[in-house]
């Protein structure tokens, strides 16, 4: 995703606007998919070490 710098008095258009909304929103929706995933990871990590100090 671009970075995009804003000034003072920069106003954006309503199209504009809904554009970046959307660009945003679907940002937003891929990485909290890319946090499930790692939670799941961390979580599975997480076990397998349980596991193996009950082992011992």
């Known amino acids: 995703m671009g970075f995009i710098k804003f000034t003072k008095g920069t106003s954006l258009s309503d199209k504009d606007r809904k554009a970046l909304q959307k660009l945003l929103t679907d940002e937003k929706k891929k990485l909290q998919s890319a946090l499930k ?13 349980k596991a193996k100090k009950k082992k011992k």
């Open 37 to 49: 995933e790692v939670d799941a990871s961390l979580s599975i990590l997480g076990e397998s070490k």
